[in-house]
């Protein structure tokens, strides 16, 4: 046999790393490792929400903005007209001796302006959170605004109107009943107003002496009625044909659609019986009457039964307001 040969293992080593890169090289070969596999699914692709971090709210308000508690209050300092307070400029209601105002506010600073018909005051105040602030403005209104007293009254007219000084609503003053006022000293405008029809006065307000204001004959004059109305103006006749003038008054700030019937009873010759006979014929009328003015409509009545027709006088049978 012959002699074997031996291939050295230094060639062995290098046929092999080259087999190897070979491979690497070749399309079909693969080196196992690691690999990033991505799934293929037919459901949703579902992405993680994030929520942020935000500061925490408190209670009471939706922006998150702290309120506190205010009590404004004139103690027992009694006045007749009510005391109107203010928040930042912003009307927050009527305090009096017998009424206090509970608000709910942010917390920090407030001016509050507390008036009382012509003269104001103002005080700073602040709110917290943690428990309610109070404020009693009774000494300070006393003590800083001068007032006089006023009686406002409107004689016999037959109304019940709210009065009004300075452009603000202080009460209601009705026929033989007058309105009492403790004002602040020095000039006022006073109204009353029924509808659109307002009557004025500028008053001087002082201290210790009473101020008198009566819009009784100047209502009576330029306002003759102060609800809505309906009323017969003119009745005529001729034959068995009558004629009714009916006028619908409407003093009020809004348009009124006004409606009654019209009532005519009479008597006539009956033809068969030569007697006199009665009866009466009715007939409805409607408006629609703008504020603040008056119209008239026309109702007309045939009579019938007879002859030698007399009339009695017409009658409104319905409520003038529809």
Not at 280 to 297: D, I, M, N, P
Request: hydrophobic share 40%.
């Amino acid at each position: 046999m012959g002699k074997k040969s031996r291939i050295p293992g230094k060639i062995i080593i290098h046929f092999t790393l080259f087999i190897v890169i070979a491979c690497v090289l070749v399309s079909g070969c693969s080196i196992p490792g690691s690999k990033n596999t991505t799934a293929v699914s037919t459901s949703p692709t579902i992405t993680p929400s994030v929520t942020a971090t935000t500061p925490a709210v408190v209670p009471g308000n939706s922006t998150g903005t702290r309120e506190g508690l205010l009590n404004i209050s004139v103690g027992n300092y009694h006045v007749e007209s009510p005391v109107a307070v203010f928040i930042d400029n912003v009307s927050a209601g009527n305090v009096s001796a017998n009424a206090s105002l509970n608000l709910t506010v942010n917390v920090g600073r407030h001016t509050v302006k507390a008036c009382l018909i012509g003269a104001c005051i103002h005080e700073d105040i602040i709110v917290l959170s943690s428990g309610p602030s109070t404020l009693d403005l009774g000494d300070r209104i006393k003590n800083e605004i001068v007032t006089g007293p006023l009686r406002v009254s409107i004689g016999g007219y037959n109304a019940e109107l709210p009065v009004i000084v300075d452009n603000a609503t202080v009460g209601n003053v009705s026929g033989g009943k007058p309105l009492d006022l403790k004002i602040s000293e020095g000039p006022h405008r006073v109204k009353v107003c029924v509808g659109f029809i307002c009557e004025n006065e500028t008053v001087e307000v002082k201290f210790g002496k009473q101020t008198f204001v009566d819009f009784g004959d100047r209502l009576k004059r330029d306002v003759e009625f102060s609800t809505p109305t309906i009323r017969i103006v003119n009745t005529t006749q001729a034959g068995s044909r009558v004629t009714v003038d009916v006028e619908f008054i409407n003093p009020s700030i809004t348009d009124l659609t006004m409606s009654t019937t019209v009532r005519v009873a009479y008597s006539y010759i009956n033809p068969r019986t030569h007697w006199r006979a009665g009866d009466s014929k009715e007939s409805t009328v409607t408006k629609l009457v703008k504020a603040g003015a008056r119209t008239k409509q026309t109702a007309v009545l045939t009579l019938t039964g007879g002859s030698a027709y007399i009339i009695e006088v017409p009658v409104l049978l319905d409520n003038p307001e529809a």
